[in-house]
C-alpha cells in the first residue's frame, strides 16, 4: 500500500529508541524500498529525510550523507511541496553533517510558512531552544524532543549547565 513507507517511519526510530539498532534499520530500509516504488516525491523525501537522520543516529555518516546528496538532487531536479513535517529531521540530519547550505538552498523557493518550515530553518539557525518551542505547538513530541537535546548540548558547551537542565526537563 501506497502509506505503508510511512508507517516504516513511525517504527524505525521506535525500534531504535528500544535499543533494537538492526530491526530500526531494517525497517527504516524497508521504508525507503516501498517509497522508491511508489516513486512519489511526498512519499519518497520524506522516507530519505528520515532514514538519512536514522543512519546519523547509528553512527553511518557517510551513509547518511549519501542518502542526502540523492534527495538534495532530487529537490533540485523538479519542483516539489517543502512545508512538510519531514523537514524537521532533514534539517537535524544537515546540521549534523554541517550541510545547512544543502537545505537553505532547497528552502529558498518555499514560500510557506509552515511550522516545519519555521522549525527546520531555526535548526539551521543553530537555535534549537526555538526550534522546540515552535515544534511544541505542533505536537510533535519526539522532534521536540530531539530539539531540546541539541539545545541542551549547545547549551552545556557554551557552560550553561542549568538553562541545559531546564531544556532536558521541558
Known amino acids: 500500500h501506497y502509506m505503508n513507507a510511512a508507517a516504516y517511519w513511525v517504527r524505525a526510530p521506535i525500534r531504535l529508541a528500544r535499543g533494537d539498532e538492526s530491526d530500526g534499520l531494517l525497517a527504516a530500509e524497508h521504508g525507503l524500498s516501498l517509497a522508491r516504488e511508489a516513486q512519489d516525491p511526498q ?11 536514522l543512519l546519523l543516529d547509528v553512527g553511518q555518516p557517510a551513509e ?17 511541496g517543502l512545508g512538510g513535517e519531514w523537514l524537521v529531521p532533514l534539517a537535524f540530519a544537515v546540521v549534523r553533517l554541517e550541510r545547512e ?10 514560500t510557506t510558512a509552515t511550522p516545519w518550515v ?16 515552535i515544534l511544541a505547538g505542533t505536537g510533535a513530541a519526539p522532534h521536540e524532543a530531539f530539539a531540546r537535546l541539541r539545545a541542551a548540548e549547545g547549551l552545556v558547551e557554551a557552560g550553561r549547565r542549568a538553562e541545559a537542565d531546564a531544556q532536558l526537563q521541558a
Do not use: I, W
Request: glycine share 6%; proline share 4%; charged share 20%.
Open 118 to 133: 519555521r522549525a527546520a530553518r531555526a535548526c539551521l539557525a543553530g537555535a534549537f531552544e526555538d526550534a522546540a518551542d
Open 64 to 80: 547518511g550523507s549519501a542518502l542526502l546528496d540523492e534527495l538534495f538532487e532530487r529537490l533540485q531536479s523538479g519542483p516539489t
Open 101 to 110: 547550505a544543502d537545505l537553505e538552498a532547497a528552502l529558498e523557493s518555499t
Open 43 to 53: 512519499v519518497l523525501h520524506p522516507s530519505m529525510a528520515y532514514y538519512s537522520h
